[in-house]
């Protein structure tokens, strides 16, 4: 309708301006000046109209054919240079595959950590003694392979102390499980690094969104370098006290799964963005209501709880990590006591032996890093503390009355989804205490640390104030009114 818009304006602009005497007849003419006499009429176009016996129809219609094909050419020159600038520019707000895209490579992150998990508590991460990125996505493919993959394993200190009488088909079965986690984590970078090249050549994706997923993808490289990294301290006997079990370094378990953490969340919350961008703009005033209402001071509290929320269900997870790393969950298998007391002794929590140095001055942190009664017990403290927090921001929203005026019935919704979890996620952790780290139960009870965070990310997403997809809307409003301006200017004279 533009294009057709434009070309009448055009057409109408070019065509020549016929003087009403050419449509006066004959006779009339002769009566108002001499017959004999020719006169030229000249347009403001160039087009010459002589005023005699006989008009010229065939030129004069050649002539209007060349005007509109002026007319055409100069349309389609505008409208091709308008496609051209869009292409070559980024949109305001991303595409709508882009965040479906971005939340089925979530789905992949979520799947790899529970799966992960699942490696470590089969003991069959230090399986693979070797890091190949690209000649080890295929397994041994023969007898001979699989001996020289047995031989490494052999050599370890896994094996030579825990598994001295480990056969082959057993050592098969570990090999495989952490083969998979490999290859699944390729399979997430290569899922990832392509379709963002694709959408962002083709200008699918806003300026900003596009930074971010080279920092995405970025991490995503760095957790493959991290994952050797923390598999290659189980391979050394130096990394860990003599005689004791071997296992990796806490310290690198623990960042091996803050960055998937970080990396998971990178990618669900730019994903529900772009869905809630187009939400908010696909409705203009009720899009702008909603955000006014979000940017009330009195929600800002709610906002910052939520946010300090999200950090410390992320904290809260971390601190189970170095249980994990630890073993620290096997002991003290009972709550709320932890022996004959709600804590033990405090010689045993801040035991001189884990201090590296004369003075002693690093025994708190290594203490609280190291021993795994102090780990067990800080981890159950951040986990009471989360609970606590989401049943009283539970509780916030019920009674305050602000929050029943201004809080939108989706935030509503989302603070009963994450008391949901919460409540599944500390009965997980204390069966799982109480039975002994058992592997289904160890792994559901990691994954409900997953959906914890998603669901208070999911919860932010909603009462987050987008600043940039507010201006968009301001945009959008402003044009709207301009246009229905011009419009109603256009009509009245009509009326």
């Known amino acids: 309708m533009a294009s057709l818009g434009s070309s009448a304006l055009l057409f109408r602009r070019l065509a020549p301006r016929l003087s009403k005497e050419l449509f006066t007849c004959r006779q009339c003419l002769v009566r108002s000046q001499n017959f004999g006499t ?245 409705d203009t005033d009720a899009g702008i209501k909603l955000l006014d209402t979000l940017k009330d001071p009195k929600l800002k509290l709610f906002r910052r709880s939520v946010a300090g929320l999200a950090a410390l269900v992320f904290v809260t997870a971390m601190s189970g990590a170095l249980v994990a790393g630890l073993d620290a969950g096997l002991i003290y298998n009972e709550f709320p006591w932890m022996g004959n007391g709600l804590t033990p002794p405090r010689s045993e929590l801040f035991d001189d032996r884990y201090s590296r140095h004369e003075d002693r001055s690093d025994r708190w942190w290594r203490n609280m890093l190291e021993n795994p009664s102090l780990v067990q017990l800080d981890h159950r403290i951040l986990a009471m503390t989360t609970f606590t927090s989401i049943m009283a921001l539970w509780g916030y929203t019920r009674m305050s009355p602000n929050m029943k005026r201004f809080l939108p019935p989706a935030a509503k919704k989302g603070v009963h989804g994450v008391v949901a979890f919460a409540c599944v996620q500390v009965g997980l952790g204390l069966t799982t205490l109480l039975y002994l780290v058992p592997t289904p139960l160890a792994s559901a009870h990691q994954a409900g640390s997953l959906f914890l965070l998603t669901w208070v990310l999911v919860l932010g997403s909603r009462v987050w104030h987008p600043s940039r997809t507010a201006k968009l809307l301001q945009m959008a409003a402003k044009a709207r009114g301009h246009s229905l301006s011009n419009a109603a200017r256009q009509a009245a004279p009509r009326l």
């Not at 002026?70 to 980024?90: H, L, Q």
């Not at 490696?119 to 693979?128: D, Q």
């Not at 083709?202 to 493959?224: E, H, T």
Request: proline share 4%; charged share 15%; with cysteine.
């Open 38 to 282: 020719k006169r030229t009429l000249r347009t403001p176009s160039g087009l010459s109209i002589q005023n005699s016996s006989r008009i010229n129809a065939t030129s004069l219609k050649s002539q209007a054919r060349k005007a509109f094909a002026r007319c055409a050419s100069d349309s389609a020159a505008v409208n091709g240079t308008k496609s051209e600038a869009s292409k070559s520019s980024f949109p305001d707000v991303s595409n709508k595959s882009v965040a479906y895209w971005l939340l089925a490579s979530a789905a992949s992150v979520f799947g790899i950590v529970v799966f992960g998990g699942l490696t470590r508590l089969t003991e069959s991460g230090l399986s693979i003694t070797e890091w190949r990125p690209v000649t080890g996505s295929l397994p041994p493919m023969n007898a001979a392979d699989w001996e020289s993959e047995f031989s490494k394993y052999r050599a370890s200190p896994e094996f030579q102390l825990l598994n001295p009488t480990m056969t082959l088909s057993e050592f098969k079965s570990i090999y495989y499980m952490e083969w998979i986690h490999r290859l699944w984590g390729r399979f997430v970078g290569l899922s990832f690094v392509l379709p963002a090249v694709y959408f962002v050549a083709r200008k699918r994706v806003s300026k900003p969104m596009a930074l971010r997923l080279a920092g995405i993808a970025g991490l995503i490289g760095f957790q493959g370098f991290i994952g050797w990294w923390m598999v290659k301290s189980g391979l050394k006997d130096d990394l860990f006290a003599p005689g004791s079990h071997p296992r990796v370094s806490q310290y690198r378990l623990t960042a091996h799964l803050g960055a998937a953490f970080v990396c998971y969340t990178a990618m669900l919350w730019n994903g529900l963005a772009i869905l809630r961008s187009h939400r908010l703009l696909s």
